[in-house]
């Protein structure tokens, strides 16, 4: 039996908090989650700062800073863990950011001798507003499932549908940080120029017009932690250690635009308008239970020494859940499920892959995943992470389980995206949810 040396005491499933909300079967954060956010309570004056979830409760940071119950080197940190912002808390070290996990642990843990003083500091879930836990400096979006990638093929490259360098690094684009949004900020219908199909042999300009192909894409988000200096690389190995944790993205797409702009240089317009992430960060150190191995085949090719981890169980599997709730039926309805240990690629070889050129990234940088997709043509729940392989590329209807069919998104739709992992001889931990509304576009002519 393979022992998981990355379990300590905050693992252990028989963990139980005096918060009793955290020990309800399914709950999202229970004890052995802890996950980070900021937040403040909904409709007051009050400034945001950080919390950790514990049940339906948020651990007010900066009320527990306050009241000096951690060990004096734990200081610093738990002030930067209650800030408006929570780029200072990943900018600690791995080591310092565990021993924060630790007494968190300890404090909330059923018996602790400082639960009377710290149930002073919980605010519920219920009654919070929720801000972006960082100031973004940059967002990278990846592309690092093979299953949406060769789903994509099939619709749009049929004849060859494998891009060449897919399985020799992790490829990616930089996004518009500042178009990244928190959970619940509703997305307007973009403008842009579009190619509008003809028949055969006719001729048509691109129009500048409203998307009419808004689709989802069920992404995870990577919250980096510390930095490397410009033209310093980060080994593999290293990799970890500037991992903060994990979050729900979905980086909305606009499927006619991004057809239409992206060749050579990728997607912009068709991208830059709203990436949703979930409030609450699910730290690395929380995830370690659920560690898998990398989908890899015996025909792939070798993976070159810098992406080549020495960690036997890289991987990490987050069951990834899509709802969607439409203007004319009473309830969400599930869309797909798949798992994030189908991508091909990592958290760590995309920082190692990301760094090895000399990138300089920072403290409260973003990372995106990619879409993540099972294989096509599931006949229980489909797999595929976004509209455009569930619907050919709008080809064909997505009948809902309401009896509803979408080729993409309408106005009015609600997209939601949930996450959680389970693991045999583990508590189940979740991410919560990021959710957005579509608007209609802003009225202009089309030209």
């Known amino acids: 039996m393979t022992t998981n040396t990355h379990l300590n005491a905050t693992h252990d499933p028989a963990l139980k908090s005096w918060v009793l909300s955290a020990n309800i079967a399914g709950c999202d954060f229970p004890i052995q989650n802890l996950p980070h956010s900021v937040f403040k309570r909904a409709g007051t004056n009050e ?4 919390g950790v979830a514990i049940g339906d409760q948020i651990l007010d940071m900066q009320a527990v800073a306050a009241l000096g119950v951690f060990a004096t080197d734990l200081g610093a940190i738990a002030i930067d863990a209650g800030k408006p912002k929570l780029n200072d808390l990943m900018a600690h070290s791995r080591f310092d950011r565990s021993a924060l996990r630790a007494a968190l642990s300890e404090c909330l843990s059923s018996g602790s001798p400082h639960a009377a003083a710290l149930a002073d500091c919980l605010v519920p879930q219920s009654q919070a507003e ?3 836990a960082t100031q973004v400096g940059d967002y990278t979006d ?3 499932s093979y299953n949406h990638m060769i789903n994509c093929g099939r619709i749009f490259n049929p004849q060859n549908p494998e891009v060449p360098s897919f399985k020799h690094l992790p490829i990616a684009y930089h996004g518009r940080a500042s178009s990244v949004s928190i959970s619940g900020t509703n997305v307007k219908r973009p403008w842009g120029q579009i190619n509008p199909p003809v028949a055969a042999g006719a001729v048509q300009a691109p129009i500048h017009a409203t998307c009419q192909a808004l689709d989802y894409e069920m992404e995870l988000g990577i919250w980096i932690a510390g ?6 690389t980060i080994e593999v190995d290293a990799a970890e250690d500037h991992i903060f944790g994990m979050c ?5 797409s606009a499927r006619d635009i991004q057809g239409w702009e992206s060749t050579p240089l990728g997607p912009f317009l068709g991208k830059n ?3 949703s992430v979930s409030p609450w960060i699910v730290t690395w150190e929380a995830l370690s239970p659920y560690r898998t191995n990398l989908p890899r085949a015996a025909t792939d090719p070798k993976t070159l ?5 020495k960690d036997t169980k890289p991987a990490i599997d987050i069951c990834c859940e899509v709802w969607l709730k439409t203007p004319t039926y009473p309830a969400q309805v599930q869309i797909s499920s798949t798992s994030y240990k189908h991508s091909y690629w990592t958290p760590a070889q995309m920082i190692a892959h990301h760094t090895s050129g000399g990138c300089n990234l920072q403290s409260g940088d973003l990372f995106g995943t990619g879409t993540i997709s099972g294989l096509a043509g599931n006949t229980v729940l489909a797999e595929e992470g976004c509209l455009v392989e569930l619907s050919s590329g709008g080809k064909v209807d997505v009948t809902l389980s309401s009896g509803e069919a979408r080729r993409f998104l309408l106005d009015g739709d609600t997209l939601t995206l949930k996450g959680s992992c389970t693991a045999a001889g583990h508590a189940r931990i979740g991410f919560g949810e990021v959710s957005g509304k579509v608007l209609p576009a802003d009225s202009r002519s089309s030209v």
Do not use: I
Not at 47 to 50: A, K, L, P
Not at 227 to 232: K, P, V
Not at 248 to 252: P, V, Y
């Open 47 to 50: 400034s945001f700062r950080g």
């Open 130 to 132: 929720y801000g972006l």
């Open 142 to 144: 990846f592309f690092t």
């Open 227 to 232: 930095s490397n200096a410009l033209g310093r």
């Open 248 to 252: 729900l993205l979905n980086d909305w």
């Open 273 to 275: 308008f709203c990436t």
């Open 305 to 309: 020494p810098y992406l080549l981890p």
